[in-house]
């Protein structure tokens, strides 16, 4: 694999300096030096946490445009289940794939058809008794990252199956292909995203060797033109409709958990709440459950930064469009399909380890909590760290002096002064004396 593609960036011109997403950022991976933001990459899990709190809107998430589907012969729309909780008033969600076809794309593969096929693979799963309990949902890739660089241990608890998005691309590139005779090169799967960690997840994908998504569309950017075509697309009644109720309700929190017939989950969302649960789990204090869903935006899905609707509102809407639909309309026959399991695993990501020789290590933890007793403990961020704990690591790693304290700062200042003024007296008590 290339180089480790991150969709949240930093927009040096417009970043003020304020510690707002430094204090956010559930994996400490954001300093202020020299009065802006630096992220560093390789604890940058793309939640896009920092988008969603910048007051000064320096942080943006890069994905594909759609005019890049030019290179494409045959162009496959894959709309998120949250894409149809953007839209007031909408009562069919085949307006929604009818305006994709108006758009110009050739054919539409709901995600949340995927997901109902990921929900039976997750049944079948849990009924084996293999996996370590409670399995945790593999689904929202900025968990998953999460739990590489700061859960290691909670790894053999993760769900070993793709995404659904993954899984629709798999799928439909492969019928396609079959039934046309194209190469599958010439037929390009465009994913309408939520949120940024899918665009990081495409370009670097855990669990797999490499992913069939071909291009990560914002569903903010596709939106005005999305509503122009709703409009001018034919009537509704072409059963162009995919899914029921169970994978539309994976926009939301709490619909992939409830999709396993499990009376015993848990369904977090919102990173801070997710990282809680992570940690009882760590302590053991979650073992009575099944399984467990956790979703790094609140509300799920649909409160991605990439979304236009407020996530509350999309989540109601959700759960309204659901209503009427059958309950699942995508079922596994017996066995699990290759395309939906992974084929490589998700390893530790030793990102917070302080050196590769342990013995080092253990003499820099040392030292870090030498520094950190100098420190007042007040993880005000004045330093530009999120912490006093984070300070100290970064003095140790040499990326930053202890007197970025300011308090540090402070008292060396005034025993500067203090000095100055004990020479400045004795230099006049000298005088006098002469």
Known sequence: MGEYVHSVTLD???????ITCV???????????????????????DCGECIRVCPHHAKRAVTDHLADWERFRYKIALPAPALYGQFNNLDDVEVVLAGLL????????????AAE???????????????????ISSACPAVLRLIRVRFPQLLGN?????????????QI?????RQSGMDPSEIGCIFISPCPAKMTAAKNPLGTGRSDIDLVVSVSEIYPALCAAMKRAREPGEDLVTAGRTGIGWGRSGGEAAATLHERYLAADGIENVIRVLED???????DLDFVELNACVS????????IENPYVAATRLKRLGRYLPVSCNHLEDAIPPEAKWDREVNYTPVMRLDKNPLHAMELLEEMGKIEERLRGLDCGSCGAPSCHALAEDVVRGYAAEDSCIYVLQEKLEAVMNAMLVQNLEREREETEL
């Open 281 to 287: 789990m760590e302590d053991e204090k979650l073992h």
């Open 173 to 177: 590139k492969r019928h396609v292909a």
């Open 117 to 135: 096929l990921v929900s039976d693979a997750t049944r079948i799963l849990l009924s084996r008794g293999l996996l370590e309990r409670p399995v």
């Open 12 to 18: 040096r011109d417009a970043c003020r300096g304020c």
């Open 102 to 113: 108006e758009m110009g794309f050739d054919e539409v593969y709901e995600v949340a058809a």
């Open 158 to 170: 993760v769900l070993p199956l793709v995404a659904p998005v993954e899984l629709a691309a798999r």
């Open 23 to 45: 204090k956010r950022c559930p994996t400490e991976a954001i300093r202020v030096r020299g009065g802006k933001a630096t992220i560093l990459k390789d604890r940058c899990i």
């Open 300 to 307: 799920g899905c649909v409160g991605g930064v990439l979304n």
